[in-house]
């Protein structure tokens, strides 16, 4: 088995992170707003990362990620 069907099959298996969680069960969104309102605004980095997990995870859809 090449080494990038190994890795990309471990990337299936792993568990989910706290915020996937959350997006799947469709919290994330609140989440963000009540308790890291301020990382969002003031770290690209992290906003980017939420913003891909909502929309990899989320349920429903998330009007404000559509330009994203």
Do not use: C, H, W
Request: glycine share 2%; aromatic share 14%.
């Amino acid at each position: 088995m090449k080494l990038k069907s190994i890795l990309r099959l471990r990337k299936k298996l792993r568990p989910f992170t706290f915020y996937e969680q959350l997006a799947a069960d469709g919290l994330l969104e609140e989440y963000l707003q009540q308790f890291l309102n301020d990382k969002m605004e003031a770290d690209d980095e992290f906003r980017d990362e939420m913003y891909e997990i909502l929309l990899k995870y989320s349920e429903s859809v998330v009007p404000e990620l559509e330009k994203f």
